[in-house]
């Protein structure tokens, strides 16, 4: 299929904002010619013109979608109190259907905004991958390692270690149609596993070049002992060799100059989650001076039961604006580079360059905004169409979307799954859950 559409964000360099613009879909699920209409190649398949806007599909850096059956308890508690005291007893009742159900339905939500990809950290592997595989979407699935009161029903942090290491082995890191599931490590924190564990799983996923994804530095709190012991959080996990190879680590809010030079030096990447780090009172993360250092930095939205919504573009909002308060610079994130931090750096945060970005060779997940819509004032101008999209537009704006060249959302609504029974499963497992 060859699109057209008056604008293209290829979120590639330099960020152009390309006008009556070509997006060619190949055979393959990926990318061909993408650029404006006057240098495109020939075609004689079918052509399909759009209004509005095309960008690459969203990466959510940092999710636990499965939580949203516990969206809205324990909304007012800090950190650890909302963590041990009230989820922790909740998904302690949640069983593999339970999952399935409410990853697809989070998968739809995520889809809505346009969202292709999330990495995902939680437990029943299999029910998450069925749930992406049947609503069409991304995953980068990290099963999360925990050894923590209560989990010990879903075996020992050796086992879950060792059950990850086991299907890597057998299915490979990147699988299944158009490589749209990828494995790999998700420890919990230094605060639910000890150093041994930490040093096993970061060497685990070293060995099969997996990603290793963890919460680092999240509160004040939480980590007290760790950094009274160990100066932080990140000299913890660095003196265990658990900073080395693909480590995308959650939150790092509580991070010292040290810190982030460390970051810095090893090449750990950051998934920034602001709306579950100012909701649950955990702080604003340093994401100038980390992109500053050089340090990867993508957006999250964190769990529905934590961040509450799954939009990634009403984090990139906050992000920019708590970034412009905490530096006291009204340029401190702009438009742009919020809207990057969405798409290629979140996509480069995790390793994937087949995502993120429109052009050639890469997977065609395609994002489809309407532009007629009152939010944007003169869509002419690229300066006033991105400032427009990121300010006053947002998800709301999202009309198709496609992951790999199929369509999976058309006009707001699910291509592949019944968007209606998904939200009443939905709430019967969340009815079980609160009685």
């Avoid at 998968?107 to 950290?121: K, N, W």
């Avoid at 992406?132 to 923590?148: E, N, Y």
């Avoid at 970005?357 to 007629?372: F, N, Q, Y």
């Avoid at 968007?419 to 969340?430: N, P, S």
Wanted: hydrophobic share 45%.
């Amino acid at each position: 299929m060859r699109f057209t559409a008056p604008v293209v964000l290829t979120c590639g360099d330099g960020f152009p904002v390309v006008r009556d613009g070509v997006v060619d879909v190949l055979g393959s699920g990926r990318l061909g010619y993408v650029g404006p209409r006057a240098g495109a190649p020939a075609w004689d398949g079918p052509v399909q013109a759009l209004s509005g806007l095309l960008m690459p599909g969203l990466v959510n850096t940092h999710c636990h979608t499965p939580m949203a059956p516990l969206r809205g308890m324990g909304g007012d508690l800090p950190l650890l109190s909302w963590l041990q005291d009230v989820m922790w007893p909740a998904e302690g009742r949640l069983e593999s259907e339970d999952v399935r159900v409410a990853m697809t339905a989070g998968a739809v939500e995520l889809l809505r905004t346009g969202c292709t990809t999330s990495v995902e950290m939680y437990f029943f592997t299999d029910a998450v991958l069925s749930a992406v595989d049947a609503v069409g979407s991304r995953v980068v699935l990290t099963p999360g390692i925990i050894a923590a009161p209560g989990w010990d029903r879903l075996g020992s942090w050796e086992e879950m270690r060792d059950d990850v290491s086991a299907r890597i082995d057998a299915d490979g890191l990147v699988f299944g149609p158009h490589d749209r599931f990828e494995l790999g490590y998700g420890p919990h924190s230094a605060y639910t596993l000890s150093p041994e564990a930490l040093r096993s799983i970061a060497a685990a996923a070293r060995e099969r070049g997996a990603l290793m994804h963890v919460h680092v530095a999240e509160s004040r709190q939480e980590d007290l002992a760790v950094r009274a012991a160990h100066g932080s959080v990140p000299a913890l996990l660095d003196s265990l060799g658990a900073l080395s190879g693909r480590v995308l680590a959650a939150h790092s809010i509580q991070l010292s100059d040290a810190d982030v030079a460390l970051f810095a030096r090893a090449g750990v990447a950051v998934a920034h989650c602001p709306g579950s780090n100012a909701k649950l009172a955990a702080g604003v993360a340093r994401v100038s001076d980390l992109r500053r250092s050089g340090v990867r930095v993508g957006l999250g939205t964190d769990g529905p039961a934590s961040g509450d919504d799954l939009d990634l573009w009403h984090q990139a909002r906050l992000a920019a604006l708590l970034a412009r308060v905490r530096e006291d610079d009204a340029a401190a994130l702009t438009a742009a580079d919020v809207i990057l931090m969405a798409t290629r750096d979140g996509a480069a945060a995790i390793d994937r360059a087949d995502l993120g970005v429109l052009e050639t060779g890469r997977w065609a997940d395609l994002v489809h905004v309407d532009l007629e819509d009152q939010a944007f004032v003169n869509p002419a101008d690229d300066a006033t169409l991105l400032s427009n999209l990121v300010w006053a537009g947002g998800s709301r704006l999202v009309q198709d979307v496609w992951v790999a060249g199929e369509r999976v959302l058309e006009d707001r609504v699910p291509v592949l799954v019944d968007a209606e029974r998904t939200r009443a499963d939905l709430r019967t497992v969340a009815a079980r859950l609160t009685r």
